[in-house]
């Protein structure tokens, strides 16, 4: 079992960054990918951002690519959602998930946090 715990998130105004953060706990973090995602009121949850297991590669959805960062720490067990240029079509609960050995961008993860609420105000 891997135990994800998300923090970071809050109320921003647009134009303004945010940076979340994810602490692994329960197996070797570094065999896990890890991605984000988000689901606003309403929608389908989507795919954010996601990394692989030694951060040598990063992949983005289109809505957030050059404003989005994602890294991680394998030595701290933790993975970074680095958010700049909000804007309101931003606003959701974000999710950190893993899974084991290849990254992926569908929702194809077999661990999932308790998300935090991002809310960007225009």
């Known amino acids: 079992q891997v135990q994800l715990v998300e923090s970071g998130g809050g109320l921003v105004q647009a134009g303004g960054s945010l940076r979340l953060s994810c602490a692994a706990s329960?197996?070797?973090?570094?065999?896990?990918?890890m991605g984000w995602f988000r689901q606003a009121p309403g929608k389908e949850r989507e795919f954010v951002a996601a990394?692989?297991?030694?951060?040598?590669?990063?992949y983005y959805a289109d809505s957030v690519k050059g404003r989005f960062t994602i890294s991680r720490d394998n030595a701290k067990n933790t993975v970074f959602l680095q958010m700049s240029s909000l804007k309101p079509e931003d606003t959701a609960v974000y999710y950190c998930?893993?899974?084991?050995?290849?990254?992926?961008?569908?929702?194809?993860?077999?661990?999932w946090g308790q998300g935090t609420q991002v809310t960007v105000s225009s």
């Open positions: 998930a893993a899974r084991p050995v290849t990254v992926s961008t569908s929702g194809r993860y077999d661990y």
């Open positions: 329960g197996r070797t973090f570094s065999n896990y990918a």
């Open positions: 990394i692989s297991r030694n951060g040598g590669g990063t």
